[in-house]
């Protein structure tokens, strides 16, 4: 199995500011990466697909990049609706796998 | 996107067959993965498996011997079946689905999620 990791597991964060995650595959897995928020006792809801396509709706100061084995979500200004748990998911092979989740905090 | 809705008892016993059915609406099924994840409770997502609207399956290895996964596109359902359940398999299961396009997918319709106990 491809082994996702995430980093860092959890962070604080304030209204405006920058928030890098990172996502590490075990193996390479090219370009077939997805982003994933979800909110408390919510279903987990697309942010990026094939690591740097915005999904339709999503708001534009999220955005994926990498290949390989090493890949990124930046929000550019974090909002009060960003604070969330964010979940990396390869779809390179099968099974697929899911990072262990970043949980966003508000400072 | 479709929408996507979960059904099937919130309680099963030990040892018995954990039954689940996803009713899709707003679309068509072909050309989609039909997927089951879920997660326990305070943590993350574990992927199942998925089956393909022509009804190939995929599963994860580790529960493969215990899962499996049927369609029926005429009712705009898929199914999930995990056998001998155990306090483990106490989880929030979601259906999901997602185009295949060329060798890429991801997952842009989700269910509601629902609780599933196994306790006695």
């Known amino acids: 199995d491809i082994q996702m990791t995430q980093s860092p597991s959890s962070l604080s964060a304030s209204a405006g500011d920058r928030v890098t995650i990172i996502c590490r595959a075990s193996?390479?897995?090219?370009?077939?990466l997805n982003w994933y928020q979800q909110k408390p006792g919510k279903a987990p809801k697309l942010l990026i697909y094939?690591?740097?396509n915005l999904q339709s709706g999503v708001p534009s100061r999220f955005s994926g990049s990498g290949s390989g084995t090493d890949f990124t979500l930046i929000i550019s200004s974090l909002q009060p609706e960003d604070f969330a748990t964010y979940y990396c998911?390869?779809?390179?092979?099968?099974?697929?796998?899911f990072g262990q989740g970043t949980k966003v905090e508000i400072k | 996107q479709v929408q996507l809705q979960e059904s099937g008892p919130g309680l099963v016993k030990p040892s018995e067959t954990l039954s689940l059915t996803c009713t899709v609406s707003?679309?068509?099924?072909?050309?989609?993965?039909w997927s089951w994840i879920r997660q326990s409770p305070g943590k993350g997502l574990e992927w199942i498996g998925y089956?393909?609207?022509?009804?190939?399956?995929n599963y994860n290895p580790s529960l493969t011997s215990r899962v499996t996964m049927s369609v029926d596109t005429s009712k705009k359902q898929f199914s999930l079946r995990l056998s001998s359940v155990t306090a483990a398999d106490t989880a929030v299961y979601y259906c999901?689905?997602?185009?295949?396009?060329?060798?890429?997918?991801?997952?842009?319709?989700w269910g509601q999620g629902t609780l599933v106990t196994v306790s006695s």
């Open positions: 707003g679309g068509s099924m072909s050309g989609y993965y």
């Open positions: 193996q390479s897995i090219s370009s077939y």
């Open positions: 089956i393909y609207y022509s009804g190939s399956t």
């Open positions: 094939t690591a740097s």
């Open positions: 999901a689905s997602g185009p295949v396009v060329g060798a890429s997918n991801w997952l842009d319709s």
């Open positions: 998911q390869q779809s390179y092979s099968t099974p697929r796998t």
